[in-house]
């Protein structure tokens, strides 16, 4: 069935540096995308999304970029800082099951800012 | 605190055993919806229930089982428990029916069962 993952399961930066996180989907009909993170012990927290209409959108510190023609999603954190470390996830909205229709999650990359 | 309450933080439970998780939505959500987190994996979604009603099942086993009630908490029950049934199990609500843009999730803390 159709997948969203992640190129990467672990990323380790430098406090200060910038990050990107790559997420690879397969379902080109996906029309909505959202970033989570989630931190040790929590529940996933919304960072920002992005529609298939959009190939860029910028939030505070981070901006989600989107390439349909390769179906691949980035988020990029400027100016990491040590409470970035978390686990982020991409998730793809399932446009085919209509009004019942569910996002799909990636497995997750771990970003780790180092001192 | 994202408003959408869980309990209990921790269960652990012994194989065959049946336990009950509980989920209160945020203020005002309408549609409540179960994750299953299993140890480096995603988030599996299990099933989805608006204002009482089942709305969308995903990859949830015949051994568990989700309600929603009146005052719209919901519970998710799981019996007949496995040892690979331990995971972090998250609740999530939303003020409609439908994923969209204008409608996403917000997350509970979770859930974490241990089944030894």
């Known amino acids: 069935g159709e997948s969203v993952g992640l190129h990467l399961p672990t990323l380790s930066v430098q406090e200060g540096d910038n990050s990107i996180i790559n997420c690879a989907y397969s379902n080109s009909a996906s029309d909505y995308f959202i970033w989570y993170k989630q931190e040790s012990g929590k529940g996933p927290q919304f960072i920002i999304d992005?529609?298939?209409?959009?190939d860029k959108r910028q939030g505070q510190r981070v901006t989600v970029l989107l390439n349909k023609t390769v179906k691949h999603l980035s988020l990029q954190i400027a100016a990491t800082q040590p409470g970035d470390s978390a686990v982020y996830f991409c998730a793809e909205l399932d446009p085919s099951s209509g009004s019942a229709r569910q996002l799909t999650f990636g497995s997750g990359t771990q970003l780790t800012v180092l001192p | 605190d994202s408003g959408v309450t869980q309990t209990p933080k921790h269960l652990i439970t012994a194989t065959g055993q049946r336990v009950t998780l509980r989920c209160s939505p945020r203020s005002g959500d309408l549609s409540v919806y179960w994750y299953q987190q299993s140890l480096d994996q995603g988030l599996q979604f299990l099933i989805q229930?608006?204002?009482?009603?089942?709305?969308a099942k995903g990859n949830i086993l015949e051994r568990f089982s989700a309600q929603q009630f009146p005052d719209l908490h919901s519970e998710l029950n799981l019996s007949s428990l496995e040892l690979g049934d331990s995971a972090l199990y998250f609740c999530?609500?939303?003020?409609?029916?439908?994923?969209?843009?204008?409608?996403?999730?917000?997350f509970g803390a979770g859930s974490r069962l241990t089944v030894l």
């Open positions: 999530a609500s939303t003020v409609g029916g439908t994923l969209s843009g204008a409608n996403v999730l917000t």
């Open positions: 229930y608006y204002n009482g009603e089942e709305r």
């Open positions: 992005i529609r298939s209409n959009m």
